[in-house]
């Protein structure tokens, strides 16, 4: 399974690092990946990295403000979220992926955090 923490109420312009620990099975042999979910939204995808974090991807709403990086050693993936902005607002989930290719779909990923909340106040 897989525990997301670090949401929380910030201002327009901060900063916040999401944290996701994974238990139950091997997480470095999994992608890992972050989604977000706004209101009346679909979840969209964020951001992900490779298996050993040597690569990252991103969407185009985030890049040059996110950043996703794991530690395998600690079965955890983070995103450090700087420059924030009142449409960051949304639950972010992380989750896992036995894919073979980088993906930015939902359905290839298998294990799911329950998703914490980032609140950005304009």
């Known amino acids: 399974q897989l525990q997301a923490s670090g949401g929380g109420l910030v201002q327009a312009g901060g900063s916040l690092r999401l944290s996701c620990t994974a238990s139950g099975f091997t997480f470095g042999n999994y992608r890992a990946g972050w989604f977000r979910q706004a209101p009346g939204k679909e979840r969209e995808f964020v951001a992900a990295t490779s298996r050993n974090g040597g690569a990252t991807y991103y969407a185009d709403s985030v890049k040059g403000r996110f950043t996703i990086s794991r530690g395998n050693a600690k079965n955890t993936v983070y995103l450090e979220m700087t420059s924030l902005k009142s449409e960051d607002t949304a639950v972010y989930y992380c989750?896992?992926?036995?894919?073979?290719?980088?993906?930015?779909?939902?359905?290839?990923?298998?294990?799911w955090g329950q998703g914490t909340q980032v609140t950005v106040s304009s």
């Open positions: 989750a896992a992926s036995q894919y073979i290719y980088y993906s930015d779909n939902e359905n290839h990923y298998n294990y």
